[in-house]
């Protein structure tokens, strides 16, 4: 069965430095979605990607964050400057349409 | 940003028997629902949907009910199996958003006793 994938599964930092996560989306699928969940917290909505261009972003989604879709497969949150509030489980999903999403396994991203 | 509620943080049945997870919603653009299921460490797992337009979909053991006018929508289980124990969440969006963003509730924690 088709699955979206995510690495690494744990990422540890320092606060100020860049990190890449990266994700593999469903192959046939044309939308593609980060969310972020902080510890003991709900499930947020980061950003929404569709046709090579964001199609949505929260406001969480400030200057310091961006996605791509560097080539036909992965697809690629950055954060440039990472803070201690930074810390979260991100979860990459992707869809065939505006209807079911499915979930990566998620990074757990650690700024120290 | 309370969109999407679910009041239970958890809730505790005994196997066999029914579980029943509820969640209520403001925004009355919202016109579809899905639940997930979540273990620790892992992503949601998509479970089933309801599009605005109906009022129950069912999946095996899965059934979902859709109050529009009281803006509530509940999972029922049945019967609750041991491996149901999990963390539920609902969600809601409007698929004529160009976005297609999902709003989650805070989840349900479910344990289901031998």
């Known amino acids: 069965e088709p699955e979206v994938t995510q690495t690494p599964s744990h990422q540890v930092t320092q606060m100020g430095q860049e990190v890449i996560l990266r994700c593999v989306p469903i192959s046939n699928h044309l939308y593609f979605y980060w969310y972020r969940q902080i510890l003991g917290q709900k499930v947020e909505f980061l950003v929404s990607f569709y046709n090579n261009e964001i199609s949505e972003k929260s406001e969480i989604f400030d200057d310091q964050f961006s996605v791509e879709r560097p080539d036909g497969s992965n697809f690629t949150l950055k954060i440039r400057s990472t803070k201690l509030e930074d810390s979260a489980m991100y979860f990459c999903?992707?869809?065939?349409?505006?209807?079911?999403?499915?979930f990566g396994p998620g990074t757990r991203l650690t700024v120290l | 940003d309370q969109q999407v509620k679910q009041n239970s943080p958890s809730l505790s049945v005994q196997e066999g028997r029914i579980s029943i997870l509820n969640c209520d919603y403001t925004n009355s653009m919202f016109d579809y629902f899905l639940w997930y299921k979540k273990y620790p460490a892992e992503g949601p797992t998509f479970l089933i949907s309801?599009?605005?337009?109906?009022d129950k979909n069912e999946d095996g053991r899965f059934t979902v009910f859709l109050n529009k006018s009281a803006k509530h929508l509940s999972l029922h289980i049945v019967p609750s199996q041991p491996g149901d124990s999990a963390v539920y969440f609902c969600?809601?969006?409007?698929?004529?958003?160009?976005?297609?963003?999902?709003?989650f509730g805070q989840g349900t924690e479910l344990s289901v006793k031998p």
């Open positions: 999903a992707s869809s065939e349409a505006v209807a079911v999403e499915f």
């Open positions: 309801i599009s605005s337009i109906k």
């Open positions: 969600a809601a969006s409007r698929r004529g958003s160009q976005g297609g963003k999902l709003i």
